[in-house]
């Protein structure tokens, strides 16, 4: 999509032009128009001429060795003429009643005094109050002038030969499904008018960020090959009263002139949000009179125009009902997380613009890459081609598609922390921890990969597992078993050193945040299927917010605690009955720092080593003596 500039006509530049001619009149005109004509004369002349009564003053210049003078006849006229010793000279020009004492000055003539007093002066401060002017619009986030006040500023964009089309747009197949009917309309408006079908005046995009919800609505115009005006809602917000409203309808009156035509406006929450009554004056009222004059707009457009309204936004909850009534937008479609064959789609659109090795595994890495964003996958893709290009090679092989996205998950290595052969040793046995107790139990993901590698994000190691196959539903079993695996980390140090180590912070978050939705939303507890929490924030990542007594609070933290200890309980037990192995996993992780799943799981399953219990037992009892 190629965007259409909108002429701009800043009014410094009119000042600047004023101000090139005035400053021409004065230097070159004006001075032209007010020179006094110069007249070199001898001294016999001005001797002549003072005898003669005919000199009105004199200004004698002895660093220039000249005398200037004017005469009575011709008051414009200037005489030069030289120095000569003549002692007698002063006795003349007092006998003659000449003034001698004061020099020669040119008056500026009527025109060059207005202009230096009046007219510079005035243009000085206009430029000055409009560059202040300026500032202070920029600060306030117009940047504009006061004859764009009320101007939507819309970017404006046309179809072009690499205009976005639905095939740039992967993982979104329901989503496309309910755009192409929009598109059909725009392209065969009488198939729906003959049967007395209208078009949907207002589709709204819903999903979490990075999902593809703006790229969607300007495919929607790349297929339907009409001009496409984008806006974001935070646009239209104004410190002057009533300018948001002037934006909305300066908005609607660009696209019926452009119809058919699609206009989105992107993070409509910003401006769509309820109304609430917050007693004597209300809310915010610029931004109530902005939402109202929306409502206004898309109560009287006709969808028979061609005229299509889209949206996004990541925060639905939060819209005003009257916004998301039938008539205005009535069609709400999701923009969900990508499935395992939609990340594979995804990343094969990304996978085009790099050079890769041959049989490149993209399944693999759509697996691991569970729960990311399209946004989340093109960043992968960056990652492994900017690794490629660092290793000196120049094609990117599924080992650096793997290796980005620890980098986004976890972030990049972080080599300047160097670690204590004992702390090396506590993580080592804590993500030994994690691992072990996730391969001794049922229904429990498979351990993927293994580091002791310090991350940028703060990780000092991480235990990766990966599903065999995407799941959409977690029983309750499933959880309990999830919550005994992030325990495992914790309950290794407490077994091999007698000491707990703050490494297991974020560990203890996730437990305590899977336990109490287990028993506040999920119906998993004595409680039943009862929810004390809503979720007010769906795709962004969830804020809950509590509709229980201080009571049943205080009840569901008991079993909160109760959950997790039950299952760190759990984790130890299957830990101390299998201390050897976890010796000798420790001891390998602690000497490769990285391990994969597959020498995890052999290492595992193989018999136990003789002696391996034993090993590094001097290590272990100096980490302990330390109550590191």
């Keep these: 999509m190629k ?48 005898d003669e009564g005919d000199v009105r003053e004199v200004y004698i210049d002895r660093s220039e060795n000249k005398i200037s003078f004017t005469n009575k006849s011709d008051k414009n006229a200037v005489f030069v003429t030289g120095i000569v010793e003549d002692t007698g000279l002063v006795d003349k020009l007092n006998q003659a009643g000449v003034d001698y004492s004061s020099p020669i000055v040119e008056k500026a003539s009527p025109l060059v005094t207005f202009i230096t007093s009046w007219v510079l002066p005035l243009i000085f401060f206009m430029a000055i109050g409009n560059l202040l ?9 117009g940047g504009m002038n006061a004859m764009q006040l009320g101007k939507s500023n819309a970017r404006i964009y046309i179809q072009s030969e690499t205009g976005i089309k639905f095939e740039d747009v992967a993982g979104q197949d329901e989503a496309k499904d309910a755009l192409r009917e929009i598109v059909d309309f725009l392209h065969n408006t009488s198939k729906y008018t003959e049967i007395g079908a209208q078009l949907p005046k207002g589709a709204l995009l819903v999903g979490p960020p990075g999902t593809g919800k703006t790229l969607l609505a300007r495919a929607v115009a790349g297929e339907a090959d009409v001009p496409f005006f984008s806006i974001s809602g935070s646009e239209f917000v104004e410190m002057f009263v009533g300018m948001g409203a002037a934006k909305i309808r300066d908005l609607f009156k660009q696209a019926y002139e452009k119809a058919p035509c699609i206009v989105f406006i992107d993070e409509i929450d910003t401006i769509g949000k309820k109304r609430e009554n917050t007693g004597y004056g209300g809310g915010n009222d610029e931004r109530e009179q902005t939402l109202n004059q929306l409502l206004a707009e898309m109560d009287g457009f006709d969808s028979k125009k061609g005229v299509v309204l889209l949206a996004a936004t990541n925060r639905p909850e939060i819209l005003d009902p009257a916004l998301t009534r039938p008539g205005r937008f009535d069609r709400r479609i999701p923009v969900e997380l990508p499935d395992l064959q939609g990340r594979i789609d995804i990343l094969k659109v990304h996978i085009k613009k790099v050079k890769t090795e041959p049989n490149i595994r993209l399944d693999n890495v759509a697996k691991a890459a569970a729960g990311t964003s399209g946004a989340d996958l093109a960043n992968i893709v960056n990652e492994a081609a900017l690794k490629a290009v660092r290793e000196g090679r120049r094609r990117v092989a599924t080992r650096d598609l793997e290796e980005s996205i620890e980098v986004v998950l976890a972030g990049h290595e972080k080599k300047n922390r160097v670690l204590s052969d004992k702390e090396k040793l506590i993580v080592a046995y804590h993500e030994i921890g994690h691992a072990m107790v996730a391969a001794l139990q049922e229904n ?18 991480f235990t990766m597992q990966l599903e065999e196959n995407e799941t959409f539903l977690m029983s309750e079993e499933q959880l309990n078993n999830k919550i005994a ?32 939705a287990m028993i506040s939303r999920l119906g998993m507890s004595e409680f039943g299927m009862v929810a004390f929490e809503q979720d007010t924030a769906q795709y962004l990542g969830g804020e809950f917010v509590s509709t229980s007594s201080a009571q049943t609070r205080a009840k569901i933290d008991q079993l909160t605690v109760e959950k997790v200890q039950e299952q760190y309980d759990r984790a130890k037990e299957i830990l101390s009955n299998n201390m050897p192995k976890l010796h000798e996993l420790a001891k390998y992780l602690f000497e490769n720092e990285t391990i994969t799943g597959e020498e995890f799981m052999k290492i595992l399953e193989k018999p136990v080593q003789k002696l391996v219990a034993s090993v590094d037992t001097e290590a272990v009892s100096d980490a302990q003596s330390e109550n590191i």
């Design 3 to 50: 965007e259409v500039p909108s002429p701009k006509r800043p009014l410094i530049t009119y000042y600047l032009i004023v101000l090139a001619a005035i400053i021409v009149i004065n230097m070159i005109i004006t001075p032209l128009i007010a020179r006094r004509a110069i007249t070199e004369v001898h001294y016999s002349k001005f001797i002549e001429m003072l």
């Design 485 to 516: 695996v992030i325990t495992g980390g914790r309950v290794a140090e407490e077994l091999v050193f007698n000491s707990i180590t703050t490494g297991a912070s974020n560990d203890i978050e996730q437990a305590t945040r899977i336990a109490r």
């Design 444 to 461: 429990c993901a498979p351990v993927h990969k293994i580091t002791i590698i310090p991350r940028t994000s703060g990780a000092l190691g």
């Design 133 to 141: 002017s300026r500032t202070l619009m920029k600060r306030m986030g």
